[in-house]
Nanobody, 117 residues
Framework: QVQLVESGGGLVQAGGSLRLSCAVS????????MGWYRQAPGKQRELVAI???????NYIDSVKGRFTISRDNAKNTVDLQMNSLKPEDTAVYYC???????????WGQGTQVTVSS
């Protein structure tokens, strides 16, 4: 049973920082991409950042230069360092992984990030 457990969310003032972490357990396959998504109230879930097994990263424009995604392949973890946070970053953040098969897509339970102005 693949499980993704996120941690690190919370309440922070604008301009502050948070670090989200996601630990993956129970996978019997090699994890390809790992990503962080977010969903704000009344909005669709969107991809925030993604990292390949080899370390190639991609970010949505609104977080470039502020957020950094990283992973540890040996520990099956993925982190999201969020700096210079803005109120519009407020959302539930979800960890996500992709395995070798198209059916190998798994999600964490989500962690709330709230940025006050």
């Amino acid at each position: 049973q693949v499980q993704l457990v996120e941690s690190g969310g919370g309440l922070v003032q604008a301009g502050g920082s948070l670090r989200l972490s996601c630990a993956v357990s129970g996978s019997t396959f090699s994890i390809n991409a790992m990503g962080w998504y977010r969903q704000a109230p009344g909005k669709q879930r969107e991809l925030v950042a993604i990292i390949s097994r080899g370390g190639t990263t991609n970010y949505i424009d609104s977080v470039k230069g502020r957020f950094t995604i990283s992973r540890d392949n040996a520990k099956n973890t993925v982190d999201l360092q969020m700096n210079s946070l803005k109120p519009e970053d407020t959302a539930v953040y979800y960890c996500n992984i992709y395995g070798p098969q198209s059916s190998d897509v798994y999600w964490g339970q989500g962690t709330q990030v709230t940025v006050s102005s």
